[in-house]
């Protein structure tokens, strides 16, 4: 081979590589979002984050409920950072089978009857997943007057091809109690720098916790720092509260979904994140006001190291920095988002942008909380 042929061979070589591994924080988040964990059984993403935390953490811990717990240890002394992200999704659970082979479920996390209507899902059987469609009266048979439909849970079913309730138990292998979530996949949308998936929350947070964790191997924080990546978040932050105890953090961060509020038909008075404005900081939620000190310190070092950041108040939402926030005696916690449209839906949209900035206000907010910083953020 000539040395042009070579240079050319290994020039295409690099071209090889770098298209075959791209960009791996969108490939971090594809693969967290298209991963299916409902409520209560978050197993395969708690696979991936058990991969993915291994190699950044001194040690891995996991707690009685199946939260997974990345820690970097700097001291035994050093106060405790505790950065909570949620690895279930709102999805649902089987009821029950009808004699003619259709499925009533039990909702798993807060979900419109609107949002499940003539949808595909996944039916996560113990002999591996069905697919299931969420069947729709025809408006053939709709009088004219009527079609303005009443939706709720109990009138809606799911479709998965049985002939009866034996043939989908033991063809299909569906049981009582197997969990089904909604099968969508991963999608740049259009080019753009947004991306569509299911589960953006809280599948952005994890992603982001690794994409820190990753940051923090150049220089060790002057903190330790433990990634906790939760379960059963959507049915009552459950997860949070026992890792909290394990954890016994000096601060709280909660990494959440935030609502976005610029599309059709939304208010600024019902959400005022936007997309491509940056990550988002809670001022209000149902289940949590944030830290009077902790959010000042944000707020400064956005304003700092120019980081956009934007505000939001949900009374109708809840999130993990609450469980930590009344662990043992208080913990000063905040709770910043990625804004999302369409949450608790099949799809979800997020700007790369907006979390790319998180993960920047993330890993210096982790530097910035040194211990005499953390004993000055405790004092009221
Ligand atoms: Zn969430």
């Given amino acids: 081979m000539s040395s042009f042929n070579r240079l050319l061979m290994s ?4 071209v090889a590589v770098g298209v075959s591994y791209g960009d791996t924080t969108k490939n971090l988040l594809e693969e967290l979002t298209n991963a299916h964990g409902p409520s209560g059984f978050e197993g395969p993403v708690r696979e991936i984050m058990q991969r993915e935390m ?20 700097v001291s035994k002394d050093a106060p405790n950072i505790m950065i909570a992200a949620h690895m279930d999704e709102v ?5 029950r089978i009808t004699d ?15 949002a499940l209507i003539n949808q595909r899902f996944r039916v996560l059987t113990k002999k591996g997943y069905v697919t299931a469609v969420s069947g729709l009266k025809s408006i053939h048979v709709i009088p004219r007057g009527s079609r303005d439909l009443k939706l709720d849970h ?9 002939s009866s309730r034996e043939d989908a138990q033991k063809r299909l292998g569906i049981q009582a109690g197997d969990p089904i979530a909604p ?15 299911k589960a953006w929350d809280d599948r952005l947070g994890l992603a982001a916790m690794i994409e820190v964790m990753k940051r923090l191997q150049n220089k060790r924080p002057k903190a330790n720092v433990y990634f906790a990546a939760t379960t059963q978040e959507e049915i009552g932050l459950r997860g949070a509260r026992t890792s909290s105890y394990l ?25 005022q994140e936007v997309l491509g404005k940056g990550p988002g900081l809670f001022l209000f939620d149902a289940s949590m006001i944030p830290n009077e000190n902790l959010k000042q310190s944000v707020i400064n070092l956005a304003s700092k190291k120019k980081i956009p950041l934007q505000f939001n108040l949900q009374p109708g939402y809840g999130e993990d920095g609450a469980e930590m926030q009344k662990a043992f005696t208080g913990t ?38 040194t211990p005499v910083k953390i004993k000055k953020i405790k004092q009221f």
């Fill in 91 to 95: 999805g649902m659970m089987v009821k």
């Fill in 11 to 14: 020039l295409l070589l690099i």
């Fill in 154 to 162: 109990n009138n809606i079913f799911l479709d998965v091809g049985a």
């Fill in 332 to 369: 000063p916690s905040v709770n910043m988002t990625v804004p999302v449209r369409y949450l608790h839906t099949h799809y979800g949209v997020i700007d790369r942008n907006d979390f790319d900035h998180l993960v920047d206000l993330l890993t210096a907010l982790v530097y910035d909380l």
């Fill in 183 to 197: 099968d969508t996949e991963f999608e740049v949308l259009n080019g753009s720098s947004l991306y569509l998936g």
């Fill in 54 to 73: 291994a190699p950044l953490a001194d040690r891995v811990e996991i707690d009685g409920l199946g939260s997974l717990i990345g820690v970097i240890e």
């Fill in 100 to 114: 003619d082979g259709y499925l009533k479920y039990q909702v798993l996390g807060g979900m419109l009857p609107q």
């Fill in 247 to 271: 954890i016994n953090p000096d601060v709280g961060i909660s990494l959440e979904a935030g609502v976005a509020s610029d599309h059709p038909g939304i208010t600024k008075d019902e959400a």
